[in-house]
């Protein structure tokens, strides 16, 4: 059967949040709309691909803030898999990092999730047919990104974090262990474990893997120049 409601083509949606109480007044929110349906859900991204295999979504309206896989990187991912595919963010992380990232991995389209149902349905439609949408505060900071980029210097990608809880993160996104950072920042083991705590705390993940995806996504991790040219460590 086509997909169709009163002869009007059905633009099909995937949601993705970890929330099932977001998801239900979303879902709820796009099937009110005559043009819109809602094919499929999930609460991560860990067998994305599969779904919209199965589904066939027009448009994915995704979570930036899943566990394990971030929606940033799902976003990655789905660009090299299933290219053209539109994604449609809708996030509670306001910060600047977020939504570069979310932009760089090719999301078409970023508002927060205190948008109105008519901005949520007009933005769906909107990155369906080719287009990219940005909520009035994030177009603003995104006009004042690119008029200053020229003039200031980035800010740090996580400012709530201090310079040493900055520092063992970063060494997290490279794959060491406590011990080894222990040993790169002259540090006890029981002061990363706590440095480590802290930072999960405060970027809200409940799992390494999840601190690294965050971060790998706001530009950490990345090897030393000299490290670069060696092979890996096999510690």
């Given at each position: 059967m086509a997909d169709t409601i009163e002869d009007r083509p059905l633009l099909r949606v995937l949601i993705v949040d970890d929330h099932p109480l977001f998801r239900s007044g979303l879902r709820a929110a796009l099937?009110?709309?005559?043009?819109?349906?809602?094919?499929?859900?999930?609460?991560?991204a860990e067998a994305l691909d599969v779904l919209v295999d199965d589904t066939r979504p027009d448009v994915v309206v995704m979570d930036a803030g899943l566990p394990g896989i971030s929606g940033t990187e799902a976003v990655r991912r789905l660009c090299s898999s299933h290219p053209g595919l539109p994604v449609l963010m809708l996030t509670m992380a306001q910060d600047d990092a977020s939504l570069l990232a979310a932009l760089r991995a090719g999301a078409r389209g970023y508002l927060v999730k205190?948008?109105?149902?008519?901005?949520?349905?007009?933005?769906?439609?909107?990155?369906?047919?080719?287009?990219?949408?940005?909520?009035?505060?994030?177009?603003?900071?995104?006009?004042a990104q690119l008029a200053g980029s020229r003039?200031?210097?980035?800010?740090?990608?996580?400012?709530?974090?201090?310079?040493?809880?900055?520092?063992?993160?970063?060494?997290?996104?490279?794959?060491?262990d406590n011990r080894r950072i222990a040993r790169e920042l002259v540090l006890s083991d029981k002061t990363v474990r706590n440095n480590?705590?802290?930072?999960?705390?405060k970027l809200h993940v409940a799992h390494r893997a999840e601190?690294?995806?965050?971060?790998?996504?706001?530009?950490?991790?990345?090897?030393p120049p000299a490290q670069a040219r060696r092979s890996p460590d096999p510690a």
């Amino acid at each position: 059967m086509a997909d169709t409601i009163e002869d009007r083509p059905l633009l099909r949606v995937l949601i993705v949040d970890d929330h099932p109480l977001f998801r239900s007044g979303l879902r709820a929110a796009l099937d009110s709309a005559a043009d819109i349906g809602v094919v499929g859900e999930a609460g991560d991204a860990e067998a994305l691909d599969v779904l919209v295999d199965d589904t066939r979504p027009d448009v994915v309206v995704m979570d930036a803030g899943l566990p394990g896989i971030s929606g940033t990187e799902a976003v990655r991912r789905l660009c090299s898999s299933h290219p053209g595919l539109p994604v449609l963010m809708l996030t509670m992380a306001q910060d600047d990092a977020s939504l570069l990232a979310a932009l760089r991995a090719g999301a078409r389209g970023y508002l927060v999730k205190g948008s109105g149902r008519d901005a949520v349905l007009n933005a769906v439609r909107t990155v369906a047919t080719g287009g990219a949408v940005f909520g009035p505060e994030i177009a603003d900071r995104i006009a004042a990104q690119l008029a200053g980029s020229r003039r200031t210097e980035p800010g740090p990608p996580f400012p709530e974090l201090t310079r040493r809880e900055t520092e063992v993160l970063e060494l997290v996104a490279r794959g060491y262990d406590n011990r080894r950072i222990a040993r790169e920042l002259v540090l006890s083991d029981k002061t990363v474990r706590n440095n480590v705590s802290r930072i999960f705390a405060k970027l809200h993940v409940a799992h390494r893997a999840e601190a690294v995806s965050q971060a790998r996504d706001a530009g950490l991790g990345a090897p030393p120049p000299a490290q670069a040219r060696r092979s890996p460590d096999p510690a």
